[in-house]
């Protein structure tokens, strides 16, 4: 026993030590088999497909085949096939502040020409912006600094759209929305979609839910169920988790809804109407390019709107059509026409009620 | 606000159904939880345990397109992830804070990893939904058949073992000895009982109940996986044990207390909600656990005596060995 005595805190430290090391391992994968650690895999690698091609790094906060997550992920890769980027992925990154900015410093001090952190991440991504002024950075959020640019996110514009049709396809006159997090994409999208639902049909009451959570699926399915015991039978959803849970909530009860960001009509071709397609291949290829170009800095605000092809309401075809009145779909489409002239603006709002 | 919605007949409904599915997967992890702690072991990898068993249950179910399969590889995942907390703590006899720590840290990694190389760049795999099962006449008892009696097989197959765990603690040989563990290693040492192996086997339980838990999360409810998808429950499940003073009936209660105020809090706000938020969301996220604290606070205060087993937590070493 003495000798088992002794045997045992190594024993402990080096299970410990064997999980670290998995555990740096798995934070990063992702079809490239990349890995986020940091200066090992530093500036001195030359794996390049083109003497021109921007060192590329994207960092998500989901899996990659999560419908946010997927559309950025999908959006790099095709960059990576036309020879545009030299591709480096970390898929499921910490959310939280603090993980999340050491993925990106790791990508920063390895010699990367660009770090897109795709989530809502000024926090954590001004500060590595800051140690590292020559490193090109993109994320989420309000204000641009030097170096570190923004995605726009023009979703509400689809949403307005896909509320139209909503507000045409509701049986019961309450239509509802459910987002992981009140941050600016989500209540401008939710406030959009009822905007445009009223808009076809003045009687529409919205319900909507932020559930404070971007991961809990099960939460976020019975705040739809919940929803739709209230009547309502148009659901939208904003986040991976609210989108998944939506999926099985309006299955359940055979409700319609919309999907989110990725092309969804597959997970549920009888109820999914359309889905609210973000495309992030414009922003992408322009920050690439920009950074080429030594153009990047000062950094901006990247915007592709619903007419430059940031975002578009893509519809299902195996959705019943008889279920959108065409009278409603005519009108849509005219005012899609009239967002892409620039005649009509759908009213952005961020936060508040925006009266 | 129209409270009728909520606490109206259908609403009642409503929320109880909803109740049951968010606490279900919570609750038999918490019970495991209980007989891994009545046995002296603080097992922390709780969640860690969950959540490699909703990624075992989910590929099982996806590759074999059967729910049973699923649930097997789901318990199974579970009570291979108690192993190696038992290897570690009870075998190796290490620090079991850490322990249960690095396994939760290891199963987030690589059940994110695993399915990521699965399915990394596709869309969202599903697993075939199971249909709900309603029993003949129960199930037509008004309000009460509808949320107790017309849920998914799976369901009844966890309150069903959820009851043989209590009884296996509470009113068995094999129990008795779990909880002597617990509380009096040494004694029970000196009355001939294996201390480590019934350490070892209450881990394996506690695996196989986290694992069960997952399994009722990915199979049944949400059909599908994704990376953290347990969202914390097995933490909570922890804290509930301390809540339910480690009694098996007192934390199954907690739990799905906790539960039915989970879902009150996310149906007033589906029923309340207008696209403004007057009154902060955040502070109806905390309403589970400010009632859960209330509750834990009073209990603790009315209590006699503290309930926890003595021996939690500290490595056992037989005394004739030095």
Not at chain 1, 98 to 113: F, L
Not at chain 2, 59 to 65: K, V
Request: aromatic share 8%; hydrophobic share 45%; with cysteine.
């Amino acid at each position: 026993m003495r000798r088992a005595r002794l045997r045992a805190p190594v024993a402990g430290l080096s299970v410990i030590a064997v999980v670290v090391v998995v555990l740096s391992a798995c934070g990063s994968s992702g079809g490239d088999g990349t890995t986020a650690s940091g200066a090992s895999t530093g500036a001195g690698t030359t794996a390049s497909s083109s003497e021109k091609a921007v060192k590329m790094a994207l960092v998500l906060p989901c899996g990659s085949s999560d419908p946010w997550c997927n559309q950025g992920y999908n959006a790099a890769q095709k960059l990576k096939s036309e020879g545009a980027v030299d591709l480096r992925v970390t898929t499921s990154a910490p959310q939280d502040t603090a993980g999340a900015s050491q993925v990106i410093r790791q990508y920063a001090q390895s010699g990367e020409d660009l770090v897109i952190a795709y989530s809502t991440w000024p926090d954590a991504t001004n500060p590595v912006g800051e140690k590292f002024p020559d490193v090109n950075f993109a994320t989420f959020g309000i204000k641009p600094t030097k170096n570190v640019a923004l995605f726009d996110e023009p979703i509400y514009q689809g949403a307005y759209l896909a509320g139209m049709l909503a507000g045409g396809i509701t049986k019961s006159n309450v239509i509802s929305g459910a987002a992981g997090q009140d941050v600016p994409l989500c209540h401008a999208e939710m406030q959009a979609f009822e905007a445009g639902a009223k808009r076809t049909n003045p009687k529409v009451k919205q319900l909507t839910t932020y559930l404070g959570d971007w991961n809990d699926v099960a939460k976020s399915q019975q705040a739809i169920n919940g929803q739709i015991s209230q009547g309502s039978d148009v659901v939208l959803a904003c986040g991976g988790a609210q989108a998944n849970g939506m999926i099985q909530a309006i299955k359940q009860h055979n409700v319609s809804g919309f999907g989110y960001v990725s092309d969804q009509s597959s997970s549920a071709p009888k109820n999914i109407v359309g889905t609210v397609i973000y495309d992030p291949y414009p922003y992408l290829k322009k920050m690439a390019e920009d950074t080429t170009a030594g153009t990047f800095q000062p950094a901006k605000t990247y915007s592709f709107g619903l007419k430059e092809g940031g975002v578009k309401l893509q519809l299902n075809p195996q959705y019943s059509a008889a279920e959108i009145p065409p009278k409603v779909k005519t009108e849509m489409e005219k005012v899609q026409q009239e967002i892409m002239d620039g005649s009509f603006e759908v009213p952005y709002v961020p936060t508040g009620n925006g009266s | 606000m129209d409270w009728s919605a909520i606490f109206g007949g259908s609403g009642l409904t409503v929320l109880f159904s909803s109740a049951i599915l968010l606490a279900m997967p919570t609750a038999l992890a918490a019970l495991g939880e209980t007989v891994a702690e009545r046995a002296g072991v603080l097992n922390l990898g709780l969640e860690g345990m969950m959540l490699s068993g909703a990624m075992g249950a989910f590929l099982g179910a996806y590759y074999t397109d059967s729910p049973v399969v699923g649930a097997l590889c789901g318990v199974t995942v579970g009570v291979l992830v108690g192993a190696l907390m038992a290897f570690l703590s009870v075998t190796l006899k290490t620090e079991q804070v850490i322990n249960g720590i690095a396994i939760v840290l290891f199963a987030q990694g690589i059940t994110a990893f695993l399915f990521e190389k699965l399915f990394g760049g596709s869309e969202q795999p599903t697993i075939p939904d199971i249909p709900d099962l309603k029993i003949p006449l129960l199930g037509d008892i008004p309000g009460v058949g509808k949320v107790l009696f017309d849920q998914n097989a799976l369901l009844y197959a966890s309150g069903v073992i959820a009851v043989g765990v209590w009884l296996l603690l509470m009113r068995t040989r094999f129990g008795l000895s779990i909880r002597a563990v617990g509380e009096s290693p040494q004694a029970a040492d000196a009355a001939a009982v294996n201390v480590s192996r019934i350490r070892w086997r209450a881990l394996l339980i506690c695996g196989g109940m986290a694992g069960l838990g997952g399994t009722v999360l990915v199979i049944g409810n949400l059909n599908l996986f994704q990376p953290n998808v347990t969202a914390g429950r097995g933490w909570v499940a922890i804290a509930l044990v301390i809540f339910g003073r480690w009694n098996p009936l007192l934390v199954f209660g907690g739990t799905f207390l906790f539960g039915f105020t989970d879902a009150l809090q996310v149906q007033v706000r589906a029923v309340s909600g207008g696209t403004s938020t007057d009154v902060p969301y955040e502070l109806f996220q905390a309403l589970p656990y400010l009632i859960t604290l209330a509750v834990l606070v009073i209990a603790t205060v009315f209590a006699r005596r503290s309930a926890q087993p003595s021996a939690l937590g500290i490595p056992f070493r037989k005394e004739a060995s030095r």
